[in-house]
């Protein structure tokens, strides 16, 4: 899956869970962390195995559930010392959809053995077909139906963010304003 599409389940996923769990829309904070969470398994494996040949796939640390089941955990640990647990909650639900969601297409085309970096290290990675680096992924790049749905999730997704206040924008200019005025 595309980074707009992780982001796209991802928001829209939230904000359900949101309303239903804390009867409001997404703060700021946790739109901020729930996107870098739908896209820190990325963000991790592409480049450890692609750049640095240190992992196996750029599907298998941070993709596999027991990794994400770890990172939830620290995530809330840290947070709830703030009590801030949602902020946690935010980056776990974003973590876990990024790595289901890589799953839809071998479940769709019922290949369930292509779902095995879900469990790496105790399963290997399944094999791929594109050259391990971000040129040959970005090459493959159409515009078939799956890239199709994606698109129409994320601007499902940019819809409910716009009515939802647009959270994380604010904080976003805020810290940009401070950053920029300590360095006066």
Known sequence: MWPFGHWGVGYLLYAAFSRSAYRRSSTGPEALLLTIGTQFPDLVDKPLAWSFGV???????????????????????????????????????????????????????????DLSYLLWPVLATPEYETEKSFMAHFAQFSLDGAVAVQLGLFFAGLVVWYADGKPGLETVRLSARRAVDRTR
Not at 59 to 82: E, G, Q
Request: glycine fraction near 10%; hydrophobic fraction near 55%.
């Open 55 to 113: 992992i196996p796939s750029g599907r298998s640390l941070t993709h596999s559930l027991f990794a994400a089941a770890l990172l939830v955990a620290l995530a809330i640990l840290v947070t709830d010392r703030y009590g801030r647990r949602e902020y946690g909650v935010a980056f776990g639900v974003g973590t876990v959809v990024h790595s289901l969601t890589d799953g839809v297409a071998a479940v769709v085309a019922r290949e369930f053995a």
